[in-house]
């Protein structure tokens, strides 16, 4: 079974500003996928970005980028140009690419922005 | 964006009530799941189903049962709720095709007094 672990449970950024979020995960398994997931305050969770193992270039989705160190077993989201927007809390998950597999998230690390 | 539901979005009961909760998504995913999250927590899986007539237990021991009779439908039942059982439950599917993407419903706060 895989383990996720988010080490910052609270991050704060000024708008505009840039910010990462730290995960580390563990698995014995060399094919998987990693995920961040955004819920902000009594809203829907929805996907931010998702990574696969097998592909060494890092995923990015417009503000959105992680840092994926295989090795290391390291995968960082970073926010550029913070918005008011981006306020919420943030989960890490890894999945191995297994049909029965299923999600594992770490414990989240809430986010703040400030003006 | 998600085409998932969940009611309802608040309940507050008293202690020994049978609940149901509801969850449905039009989007014609095989695999569904509940999570269990208490606030400012992380997510624990508690069931899950990869199709009709499948159900699992998940990671988080849980007093609920589920069942998936149809696609669209996977309820969570609670037979004698209790004050342990206050929490959010959250409902998400999922498809193979889409790189096993989470849509998630808004959840239900349920509260047991």
């Known amino acids: 079974a895989q383990t996720v672990t988010q080490s910052q449970p609270e991050m704060s950024v000024q708008e505009a500003e840039t910010v990462t979020l730290s995960c580390t995960y563990d698995?014995?398994?060399?094919?998987?996928?990693l995920f961040w997931y955004k819920q902000p305050p009594s809203r829907q969770m929805i996907l931010v970005i998702r990574q696969e193992a097998y592909k060494q270039q890092n995923a990015t989705e417009n503000r959105f980028s992680v840092n994926f160190q295989k090795a290391a077993k390291s995968f960082s989201l970073k926010i550029s140009d913070s918005q008011l927007g981006d306020a919420a809390m943030y989960f890490c998950a890894c999945r191995l690419n297994s049909g029965y597999s299923t999600l594992t998230f770490g414990k989240g690390t809430m986010l703040l922005v400030s003006p | 964006e998600a085409d998932i539901y969940q009611t309802p979005r608040y309940l507050v009961i008293g202690t020994g009530k049978k609940i149901t909760l509801e969850c449905s998504q039009t989007?014609?995913?095989?695999?569904m799941y509940w999570y269990q999250q208490d606030p400012g927590m992380e997510l624990h899986l508690i069931h899950y189903s990869y199709g009709v007539n499948s159900t699992e237990k998940g990671d988080l021991s849980s007093e609920s049962t589920v069942s998936r009779i149809r696609t669209e439908h996977f309820p969570l039942t609670l037979e004698s709720a209790r004050p342990s059982h206050t929490s959010q439950y959250l409902c998400?599917?999922?498809?193979?095709?889409?790189?096993?993407?989470?849509?998630f419903g808004s959840g239900t706060q349920l509260s047991v007094l």
């Open positions: 998400a599917s999922s498809d193979y095709h889409m790189g096993e993407k989470l849509f």
């Open positions: 698995t014995s398994e060399s094919d998987y996928y």
């Open positions: 989007m014609g995913h095989d695999k």
